[in-house]
DNA sequence: ACCTGAACACCGTTCAAGT
DNA sequence: ACCTGAACACCGTTCAAGT
C-alpha cells in the first residue's frame, strides 16, 4: 500500500539552451495546421514542445508575442507563393494575383486564421513586403492609365473583398454550422427570387464559382473606370 | 479591533422572479455597447445585473446561448432601420441598401462586432427576416432582367465587400495601432506607386470615400452584367 | 421554481527559486 | 543565462444547497 509521495511521473529539467525561438514557433505552427489558432494556448505548447509550461515566456514576452511572430512567418510564406506578374495585363495581373491570394490562404490554415483575425497587427518587415508586392500590381495599372489615387483603391476593393470571402469561409467551417446553407433552405420557400436560385449552397459565396463571380465583375467596373479616367485626361490635355 | 467574522458587503438574496431574461439581454447590451463584446463576461455581467454569478444560467444554458439572443436582437434593429426600396431602380436600391447597411451597423457597436464574429450564426428567426429583406432587392434586380443566379451572386458580392470593409474598420479601432496607417507612411518611400498617393490613411478602405469607390465600382461591373445578359437573352430569344 | 456560492477545469502571466 | 513550478487573477460552467 506505500506509495511514493512524489507525483509519478515528472518531467526532467531540459537544459539550457535547449530550446530556441524557432523550436517554439514550429511547435506553435505545428498546433495551429493541425488543429486550430484557437487550440494554440500557453500550457498546450509546452506540453506538445516538453517543456516547463512558463519558459516559453523567456523567448516571447505574451502570448500576443508569439501570434504576431507567426503572423510575420505566415505573411512571408504567403508572399512568397505569390506568383509574377510580369507582362500581364492589368486585369489578367489583378485577376491572378487574387486567385493565387486567395488560393495560398485556403490552403494554410494558420495563415488564413491568423491574417483574418490579426488583419492589421502587421511588423514592420511584414508592412514592407506587403507594400513591395501591391506596389507591383499598381504600377501595371498606372501604366495602364490608372491615376495611383485610383489603382491604389481598386486594389483594396479587391483586397477586402477577398479578405470579406476567407471571412465568411472561416466562420462557416469553424462552427460547422452553415448560417445560410441547404439546411435552411426552406426559409426560401414563397420568396419570388431566393426560392428559383438551384444551388442555395453557394448564398454564402465560398465556392470557387461565387468567388470568381465577384472578382470578374469587379474587375469589369474597373475597366469602365479606367475609360473613364483616359477619356477624362484627354479632355484636360485638350481644354489645355 | 473586534471584526465581523462575515464578508462586509454581502449581496442580498434577489428574490425568485425578480430576474427576466430580457433584463438580461439589456444588460449585455448595454455592457457591449458601453464597454466592448469582448468585455461581456458572465461575472461581469452578474456584477452589473447585481444577480448572483451563476444566476444567469437559469435563463440562458451558456455564455454562446446568450450571444445568439444578443445577435438575434442585434439584426432586428438592423433590418428594422434598413430604408424602403419601392421605386428605386436596381442600381441606386443596391447603392442605398449597402449604404444604409454600413452606416447602421456603425453606429451601433454591438451589432458591428457581433454580425463579423458570429456572422454565420443565425437563428431561424433571423434567417427569415434576412431571406425577406434581401428577396426584395434581388426582385428589383430580376425585374431590370438579371437572372435570379446572377442577381443573388451581385447581391452577395456586395454584401461580402461591405462586411470585408467592416472587418477591417473593427480590427483597426479594436488595437488601436493601424495596420496600414500614416504611422506606416514611410515604408511607401521609393516605391514608385504608393509613394504617390496623397492621403496614406486611407490605404485600408475605412473612409466614407473609399467605402464609396468601392460600391460604385462593384455596381458598375454589374451595369455590363446585365447588358450581356439582356443580350444574350435576346440572342437567344432570335435564335429560338 | 428560482437564486446562490463553492468548486472545477481551464486561461495568460508573474515571480522567486532552482541550476 | 536559462528553465521551472507555485501562485494569482481571471474565465465559463456544474452542482448541491438554500429559499
Redesign the interface.
Known amino acids: 500500500m506505500a506509495r511514493p509521495a512524489q507525483p509519478v511521473q515528472t518531467r526532467k529539467r531540459r537544459a539550457r539552451g535547449s530550446i530556441t525561438p524557432e523550436e517554439v514557433l514550429r511547435g506553435a505552427l505545428e498546433i495551429c495546421a493541425a488543429e486550430s489558432v484557437e487550440a494554440l494556448t500557453m500550457p498546450h505548447l509546452a506540453q506538445y514542445l516538453d517543456v516547463g509550461a512558463t519558459s516559453i515566456y523567456w523567448y516571447f514576452r505574451s502570448k500576443d508575442d508569439l501570434l504576431d511572430a507567426l503572423t510575420t512567418e505566415a505573411f512571408k510564406r504567403l508572399y512568397a507563393q505569390m506568383p509574377p506578374l510580369e507582362g500581364k495585363t492589368w486585369d489578367d495581373a489583378l485577376r491572378a494575383y487574387f486567385l493565387a491570394f486567395r488560393s495560398i490562404m485556403r490552403a494554410d490554415r494558420p495563415m488564413r486564421d491568423l491574417a483574418?483575425m490579426?488583419?492589421?497587427?502587421?511588423s514592420?518587415e511584414t508592412?514592407?513586403l506587403?507594400?513591395?508586392t501591391?506596389?507591383n500590381v499598381?504600377?501595371l495599372?498606372?501604366n495602364a492609365g490608372f491615376s495611383?489615387?485610383?489603382?491604389?483603391?481598386?486594389y483594396?476593393?479587391l483586397?477586402?473583398?477577398?479578405?470579406?470571402?476567407l471571412?465568411?469561409e472561416t466562420?462557416?467551417k469553424s462552427?460547422g454550422?452553415?448560417?445560410?446553407s441547404p439546411s435552411?433552405a426552406g426559409?426560401?420557400e414563397g420568396?419570388?427570387?431566393?426560392s428559383?436560385?438551384?444551388?442555395p449552397e453557394?448564398?454564402?459565396?465560398v465556392s470557387d464559382d461565387?468567388y470568381e463571380?465577384?472578382l470578374?465583375?469587379?474587375?469589369?467596373?474597373?475597366r469602365?473606370?479606367l475609360a473613364t479616367e483616359l477619356r477624362s485626361a484627354a479632355g484636360t490635355r485638350r481644354a489645355g
Open positions: 483574418i490579426r488583419g492589421d497587427r502587421y514592420d508592412t514592407k506587403i507594400f513591395t501591391i506596389d499598381l504600377q495599372m498606372v495611383p489615387d485610383s489603382a491604389t483603391r481598386a483594396f476593393t483586397s477586402v473583398y477577398t479578405r470579406g470571402v471571412l465568411v466562420q462557416l462552427t454550422s452553415l448560417g445560410i435552411r426559409f426560401a420568396l419570388p427570387v431566393l428559383q436560385r438551384a444551388e453557394s448564398w454564402s459565396m461565387d463571380f465577384g470578374t465583375n469587379i474587375i469589369q467596373g474597373f469602365d473606370l
